[in-house]
């Protein structure tokens, strides 16, 4: 096993990653919710959205609900509105999520959120001490996201600055679904 501690700052996420399992375990973070859905068997798919895709987008709500249906588990950032979109959409159909924040945890949850807090549906990660999140916070984010996850789903427009960087990783894997947004 090795020890990461990525990044160097105080307050950030340290993990151990197995590189037999490719398993990354939290230590010294913040969590709220079900801790079964980041250890469990469940294939996790890592969510990746613009943040100026359109949220109202009928493939983007086809996709949640489906998720939904399948009872699959999504891990994301969500924080983007169509990663959100996503959020409450999957969870209100049965989906399971994992949701890695840059910022400190919420003090109160709202909606389908408070749903799956009650239903051991979602987990909820703090990856660092802190009111707000930052650029470099939220690529940590997305970066963790990609390496935790076998398959992958974007929801991009043209040059995302934030995405590019993970999405030239994963995009000629076979389970990288992406759907782009229209001019």
């Not at 990525?6 to 197995?18: A, H, I, N, V, W």
């Not at 990663?83 to 949701?99: K, P």
Request: some cysteine; overall charge positive; proline content about 2%.
């Amino acid at each position: 096993m090795l020890l990461d501690r990525s990044p160097r700052k105080r307050g950030g996420l340290y993990f151990l990653r197995e590189q037999k399992m490719n398993k990354i375990k939290l230590i010294g973070i913040n969590t709220a919710g079900a801790k079964r859905l980041w250890y469990g068997p469940e294939t996790k798919i890592g969510v990746f959205a613009s943040r100026d895709f359109d949220a109202n987008d009928y493939r983007l709500e086809q996709w949640a609900t489906e998720m939904g249906r399948y009872h699959q588990c999504l891990v994301s950032t969500f924080h983007s509105d169509a990663e959100r979109r996503i959020l409450d959409i999957a969870l209100a159909n049965g989906a399971f999520a994992v949701w890695i924040r840059g910022c400190n945890l919420p003090h109160i949850y709202r909606g389908a959120v408070e749903k799956a807090m009650e239903n051991d549906h979602l987990l909820m990660l703090s990856c660092f001490h802190r009111k707000h999140h930052t650029e470099a916070t939220a690529r940590y984010c997305v970066q963790l996201v990609s390496m935790c996850t076998k398959r992958h789903t974007f929801f991009l427009n043209e040059n995302d600055s934030l995405l590019e960087p993970v999405y030239r990783k994963v995009a000629w894997y076979y389970n990288t679904k992406t759907f782009y947004g229209r001019d």
